[in-house]
Structure formats: structure tokens, C-alpha cells
């Protein structure tokens, strides 16, 4: 029996590269497509490299409806993982009309063209931020959606409604199976760290505006010191809480979305589930783990809050876990060491 076939998009980026490895270390094919626009073909040779295959990596600007028809044409895909995105939050407030243009435009033209192909289980990339700053915590998948205070915010949820009414619409209750069409969406909180390996990990570029990205540079001199935004939150150490999730455990989430629907042929509603740790963790308790994991300093000062930020978000994991079978298993010292050895090489 042939090996089931994977489209993701958005390939060479940092979420993805991690969960292409998980699908081929879990028997999957896996085809990249992505346009490059934010991102290094780099990411595809580490994924080549560690998984010791050759996979394909396809330029293709998933807006391009013609060109994912004739990509849809060459290979027989069994499912997508939706990853194509932006993701800056400031950079979508200025420019509003690319955000929207650029991360609904390419998941529609993705699901139009499943349909057409028969191309039936999609994963879509979520986001802990379209809770926004939750009124109960931890955050359940039944908690609601607050509006966006972004556009980049507003294309998750825009993105996940697209999906809910594609599944209503086309599932295959009471018609063939074979023109269902199954979705799951995973909101993802604080993805960190890197492959043990340190051939995949972030690659911000510029000015990094996250926070594990921001400290790694700090710690090797990149930057003079980072800026701990508010030490005036309704927290323990007054520093905003988030819920921090190793990248690999991230990748493997989507392994059992993917299989979920391949193996269960009969199920047909639309799923979202949270993908995180459920532990809510402080930016200075990030900052002093990472030292204290690496044996490294972190010069650091306390600034004003971020405009737009929450006080503290955390998951609850619960339904991933009686549902998927998923759970993090990855310690907060072994992903921040994996951060820190992915820092340290890129230097070379
Ligand atoms: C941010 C986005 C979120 C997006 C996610 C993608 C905002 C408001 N939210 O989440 O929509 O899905 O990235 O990864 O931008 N911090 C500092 N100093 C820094 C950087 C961050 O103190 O230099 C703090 C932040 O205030 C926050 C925590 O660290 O409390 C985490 O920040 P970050 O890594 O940017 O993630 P989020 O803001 O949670």
C-alpha cells in the first residue's frame, strides 16, 4: 500500500519544517509549497536532511489558483495542512488589505481546489489569540471568541469560520462519502524551541518581535538587552503569563489531527482543539529558565506593557488530549536548551 500523501503549505517556515519531519517520521509523504515570500528554502534542506529524504519542495504562491490546480494535477494528495500565512501583528494593522488578501485569499483558493480534486481532510494553523484575553482560564475550546484587535487576529477567525461552513456545507452526511469534506482547526498558543538536531528553529528576520527569538539574540549579543513589556499585570511576578509550547510536541498535534480524519472515514463535523501546555508560565520565569537552563545571561529591563497585549492566556488541553490522544511531553528545560543550541548555530 502507497503511502498517504500530504500537501503542506506554507513549507519552509518554522511550524511547518517541524511538523513536515513528524509526518515523514510517521510514514506520511509530504509535498512544501510555498511562495518563499517569508521564508528560506533553508528550512526545506533541514527537513531534507534530518529525515533523510528527498522531499519535494513546490514554489507556489497559494493565491495562485491556477497554480495549485496544476499542482493538484502532478500529485494525488490525501490531505492539507493550511500553515500559508503572515503572522506579524503590527505589520497586519498597517497593512491591512495584504493580511486579508494574502491569508483568506490562499485558504480559500486551497479549499476551492480540494473540492474540485476530491481532496477531503484539511488541518488549518490557528491561534490562541483569537480568545483574546479570556474572561475564564484556562482557556476551553468552548470559551468565546473575542473581536480581533488585529487584522492578522481577524484572519484566524475569518479562516476558521471559511472552514466550519465548508465542513457543514460539503460534509457527506446522507450523500457518498467520497464528497465529504472533513476540517480540524488547532489554536496554537506560545510555540518554542527548536529540533534537537538545530538543522530547523525560528528564523525571525529583522528585529525579532517575539519573545524567545528576543531573548536568544540577547544572550548572544545580538541585542544589548530585552525589554520585559509591563511588570504591572494581576500575576504572581506582575509579568504577563502565556502557555508555551515545544515545537515538536506542536508538529505532532498535527500528525494526529491528520490521522484522525484519514482513519476515521465516517466522521464529518468540523474540530478545533488547543494545542498547548496548559501551564501558564511569566516572562521573567521564561527569562531565568532560559539562564538557568543554559548557563547564559539575559540582560534585561523592565518597560512599559505592549499596546494590545492580554495578561495572561493559557490552555485548556483537555479535549486534545481525551480526543486526539495528544498531549506535550517536552520539558520547558529541554525546549529552551533547544532554543539556545539553534541560537548558537546559526552563527556558524
Ligand atoms: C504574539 C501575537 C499573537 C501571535 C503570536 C505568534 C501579539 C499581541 N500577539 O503572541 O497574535 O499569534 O505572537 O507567535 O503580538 N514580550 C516581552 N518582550 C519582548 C517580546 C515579548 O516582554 O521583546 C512578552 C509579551 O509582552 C508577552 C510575552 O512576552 O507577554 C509573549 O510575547 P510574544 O512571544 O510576542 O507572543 P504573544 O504576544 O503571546
Known amino acids: 500500500m502507497s ?9 519552509a517556515g518554522y511550524i511547518v519544517s517541524h511538523t513536515s519531519v513528524a509526518l515523514i517520521e510517521a510514514g506520511y509523504d509530504v509535498v512544501i509549497a510555498d511562495d518563499l515570500s517569508n521564508s528560506s528554502a533553508g528550512a526545506v534542506d533541514g527537513v531534507r536532511r534530518i529525515t533523510g529524504t528527498d522531499v519535494p519542495f513546490e514554489r507556489v504562491d497559494c493565491n495562485d489558483r491556477a497554480a495549485l490546480r496544476e499542482l493538484f494535477e502532478r500529485y494525488r494528495f490525501d490531505g492539507a495542512i ?4 503572515f503572522k506579524a501583528v503590527g505589520e497586519s ?3 491591512p488589505l495584504k493580511y486579508y488578501d494574502n491569508n483568506v485569499g490562499s485558504f480559500l483558493s486551497l479549499l476551492e481546489t480540494m473540492r474540485l480534486f476530491g481532496v477531503r481532510n484539511v488541518v488549518f494553523s490557528s491561534s490562541a489569540t483569537v480568545y483574546g484575553q479570556p474572561d475564564v482560564l484556562p482557556a476551553t475550546e468552548a470559551s468565546p471568541r473575542k473581536p480581533a484587535n488585529s487584522p492578522y487576529g481577524a484572519t484566524k477567525q475569518i479562516c476558521e469560520d471559511i472552514l466550519r461552513d465548508a465542513v457543514a456545507a460539503y460534509n457527506s452526511a446522507g450523500g457518498p462519502e467520497e464528497e465529504g469534506l472533513r476540517g480540524i482547526a488547532l489554536r496554537y498558543f506560545n510555540p518554542i524551541g527548536a529540533h534537537p538536531s538545530a538543522l530547523i528553529g525560528e528564523l525571525p528576520r529583522g528585529v525579532p518581535n517575539n519573545l524567545i527569538p ?4 540577547t544572550a548572544a549579543g545580538i541585542r544589548a538587552e530585552l525589554s520585559v513589556f509591563g511588570d504591572d499585570y ?12 515545544d515545537i515538536n510536541d506542536l508538529a505532532l498535534a498535527h500528525v494526529t489531527a491528520i490521522g484522525r480524519m484519514l482513519n476515521d472515514r465516517q466522521r464529518q463535523n468540523y474540530e478545533v482543539f488547543n494545542i498547548g501546555t496548559g501551564v501558564p508560565v511569566s516572562v521573567l520565569e ?3 529558565g ?6 547564559v545571561k539575559v540582560p534585561y529591563k523592565i518597560v512599559a506593557r505592549r499596546p494590545g ?5 493559557w490552555a485548556d488541553t483537555t479535549l486534545a488530549a481525551t480526543e486526539l490522544g495528544w498531549r506535550a511531553t517536552r520539558t520547558l528545560e529541554q525546549t529552551l536548551r533547544s532554543s539556545w543550541r539553534w541560537e548558537q548555530q546559526l552563527k556558524k
Not at 532560559?290 to 548557563?295: L, P, S, V, W
Not at 497585549?309 to 492566556?313: H, M, Q, R, T
Request: glycine share 8%; net charge negative.
Open 82 to 85: 493550511h500553515f500559508a500565512a
Open 3 to 11: 503511502n498517504k500523501t500530504i500537501l503542506v503549505t506554507g513549507g
Open 93 to 95: 494593522v498597517d497593512e
Open 214 to 217: 528576543y531573548i536568544t539574540q
Open 290 to 295: 532560559f539562564e538557568r537552563a543554559n548557563g
Open 234 to 245: 494581576h500575576t504572581p511576578d506582575g509579568t504577563a503569563l502565556r502557555d508555551y509550547i
Open 286 to 288: 521564561l527569562v531565568h
Open 309 to 313: 497585549d492580554a495578561e495572561a492566556v
